[in-house]
């Protein structure tokens, strides 16, 4: 049978972030990102691989409470980050931050590159769309942070 690829764009997110480079850590600041989904499979008996807007629908779901905060690793070596009150710290190698917790979410990655954030989405998307359409056979999830750098995750079911 053969193999049809959908692309889903459109979905965007603007979020704030810092990546830690050993004893540097990169300053503060933001991206307006772009996500796009694509997903590899059989067509079904409707002639469909997946339903785009239910694909977006999912994808934004998956990044509620991303937009417009500052975005932090839960899983990484260098940087702490302790949530007390309405207060959330993050010690990097090069200082702390303190920020109001509502302005924060806390991801389970190790860094907050467009990879890990491509990787985190790949993943959890897959596993949310697996069950709801059986012909998929390929997912792939691209994040950029501007028109000319962006990070791509495949997954091959």
Request: hydrophobic share 40%.
């Amino acid at each position: 049978m053969a193999r049809t690829s959908i692309r889903v764009g459109g979905i965007e997110l603007s979020a704030a972030h810092f990546i830690s480079e050993g004893e540097r850590c990169e300053r503060l600041h933001g991206h307006n990102y772009q996500l796009v989904v694509r997903i590899v499979g059989e067509v079904d008996a409707r002639g469909m691989v997946a339903d785009f807007r239910l694909i977006k629908d999912e994808v934004r779901r998956l990044c509620e409470g991303w937009d417009h905060r500052v975005l932090l690793p839960a899983r990484s070596p260098r940087i702490k980050v302790a949530s007390k009150g309405d207060q959330t710290k993050v010690v990097t190698p090069n200082g702390t931050y303190s920020f109001p917790t509502q302005d924060v979410k806390v991801l389970d990655i190790i860094e907050t590159t467009a990879e890990e954030l491509a990787r985190l989405l790949c993943q959890s998307l897959t596993d949310a769309l697996k069950s709801r359409f059986s012909r998929m056979r390929q997912v792939a999830v691209s994040v950029a942070e501007s028109p000319r750098q962006w990070a791509t995750v495949t997954l091959d079911l």
